[in-house]
């Protein structure tokens, strides 16, 4: 099978991303992580980014405080497109997207959300959830359109919220699910299985 080249943009301690790089590496993702990128130069998925042996970059996002200003967007953009990056997954990449990388990469961005979308976009979902009182929460993996946490969805998982669950506990038990599904997600695109249709993303069957 053919191997998907994908690069990775993440701010953080880069759990999602650890998570990918070790169903790579047992061989389950069929994949190669080509780059992973941080706004964050003290970001921790850097550091886990080098024990995989993968090229890990700080790229300057420039002053603004929630997006990428447009030439260092395009800069992103570049690096991914030189890596021959052929799927960007999002991974607590906490800036919103909105020229050259939606433009460069149309429905070749993956991100992962700690809720059930449409409910709980934003920061902190899971606090949010547990303070609204669902009794379901989840993730959800989506496609990246130029909406904020509002493309075609892919697959979610649902995580009971239980009756002393914290904010903390609860978002804990999520990230499990978010480890699972980020890296399910990626394998179908890998298998050429996923079919986006308006907002529905049909997931075609296995060819055997
Ligand atoms: C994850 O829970 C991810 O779903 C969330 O940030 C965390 C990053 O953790 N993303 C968002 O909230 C995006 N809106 P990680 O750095 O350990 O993967």
């Known amino acids: 099978m053919k191997i998907l080249k994908i690069g990775a943009l993440a701010s953080g301690r880069g759990s999602n991303v650890e998570a990918i790089l070790k169903n790579i590496k047992n061989g389950t993702l069929p994949c190669e992580m080509r780059i992973v990128i941080s706004d964050n130069k003290d970001a921790n998925v850097l550091k886990i980014a080098k024990s995989y042996g993968v090229k890990a970059l700080y790229v300057d ?13 395009e800069e992103y953009a570049r690096i991914l497109k030189e890596e021959g990056v052929e799927l960007v997954v999002l991974a607590g990449f906490m800036r919103i997207l909105k020229g050259a990388l939606l433009r460069e990469f149309k429905n070749r961005i993956m991100n992962i959300h700690p809720s059930l979308l449409p409910s709980f976009k934003g920061l902190e979902a899971q606090k949010k959830a547990w303070e609204y009182g669902v009794k379901v929460a989840g993730c959800t993996v989506h496609f990246v359109d130029e909406t904020v946490d509002g493309g075609p969805i892919i697959l979610q998982r649902c995580v009971p919220v239980l009756e002393d669950d914290t904010p903390e506990t609860l978002a804990q038990r999520i ?23 308006g907002r529905r993303v049909r997931i075609l069957p296995k060819n055997e």
């Open 175 to 197: 990230l499990k699910e978010e480890h699972k599904i980020y890296s399910e997600a990626i394998k179908l695109f890998a298998e050429g299985r996923l079919r986006i249709e």
């Open 61 to 73: 996002p420039g002053k603004r405080k929630h997006t990428l200003e447009p030439e260092r967007e």
